[in-house]
């Protein structure tokens, strides 16, 4: 288990730096001088060249690089361009939306999808599990955007149970923001669980030709106790990789749901600092869902060990 668990932090230090690397290098590609940008296309150049001093945007790439990774090894982010504000204070600002509007989402979709696939599976050929693959396949057709629009007009506009948009913060209580978060949230876990639901499906019914199920299912069990009872803990190792990276996927992927429903979170911030050019938020918030992503991806690893005794052997 130690040798599994060294091996496992060694590849997410490596891929952290791999990926720092790739993340700087693609920025820095990118056309355009932020200072220019700030200062508008008729500034002069010794107030451009003065401007990219103060940025620090004057030294070289290698340096910019070290500094940065260093910045952020000691938790300092850097100060973004636009704002003048430490990167590090603007991304905990928005978290408190994106992390809490990822975990509500995440839960939502586990609760959907995980009782829908043992569900589809008891049910094999049958119009339940019909009705179930249906769902599923238009859950994935659907894109996210549209059905949060969709959410609007219906329990927004029309019914007017939630509001439109807009996010009050968690000063005004804790059902205040779970109210303001509930629509955006949906919006991003159907989509979600209709992918999980049919990976719990799937693995589920890959269970059901093993030697242990035959088994006991000749012991008297119904299909359904015997998934329920014995299938269910050997296929979680599918289902566990899929909520991983929808978690990940949830924290950096809500842009869009972000926008529209006026959230302030880490997609909207990283969409502002795309289009002012401020790259040390790009880089940083870029960086920070990388090490979400690989975290996570982490985490479900050892999830594995602990589900299955066959890996804790092998490790």
């Known amino acids: 288990m130690g040798t599994y668990l060294l091996r496992r932090v060694l590849s997410l230090v490596v891929s952290l730096a791999l990926a720092s690397v790739v993340i ?18 008729n500034a002069q150049p ?40 430490p990167v590090a204070q603007m991304v905990a600002d928005r978290l408190q939306v994106s992390l809490p509007l990822a975990g509500y989402a995440l839960v939502l979709s586990v609760l959907i999808a995980l009782p829908a696939g043992i569900y589809a599976a008891a049910r094999r050929g049958r119009p339940g599990d019909v009705a179930v693959m249906g769902a599923t396949q238009l859950g994935i057709a659907i894109p996210n955007f549209w059905f949060a629009m969709m959410l609007v007009l219906i329990f927004a506009i029309r019914l007017r149970w939630f509001n439109a948009g807009g996010f009050a913060g968690w000063d005004a209580g804790l059902w205040a923001g779970l109210h303001a978060l509930t629509l955006p949230a949906i919006a991003l876990a159907l989509p979600q669980a209709a992918i999980l639901a049919r990976v719990m499906r799937s693995a589920l019914l ?12 000749a012991k008297g069990l119904t299909r359904g106790q015997a998934l329920r009872r014995h299938g269910l803990r050997n296929a979680l190792i599918p289902v566990l990789t ?50 979400a992503v690989i975290v996570v991806n ?18």
């Open 46 to 85: 010794d107030t451009v060249a003065a401007l990219r001093a103060e940025l620090g945007l004057d030294q070289g790439k290698v340096a910019r690089y070290l500094a940065w990774v260093g910045g952020m090894l000691s938790g300092d982010f850097g100060t973004s361009y636009t704002y003048r504000t």
């Open 206 to 217: 890959d269970v059901l030709g093993e030697d242990f199920m035959r088994t006991a299912r």
């Open 298 to 315: 982490f985490a479900v690893d050892l999830a594995y060990v602990a589900v299955d005794p066959r890996l804790r052997a092998r490790s």
């Open 24 to 41: 700087f290098a693609v920025v820095e590609i990118a056309p355009g001088d932020p200072a220019r940008f700030m200062l508008g296309v």
């Open 242 to 291: 899929i909520i991983g990276l929808q978690f990940s996927f949830l924290l950096a992927g809500g842009i869009i749901i972000e926008q529209v429903f006026y959230l302030p979170g880490l997609g909207r911030l990283i969409f502002q600092a795309i289009s002012a050019r401020d790259l040390i938020v790009v880089e940083s918030v870029v960086m920070l869902l990388v090490f």
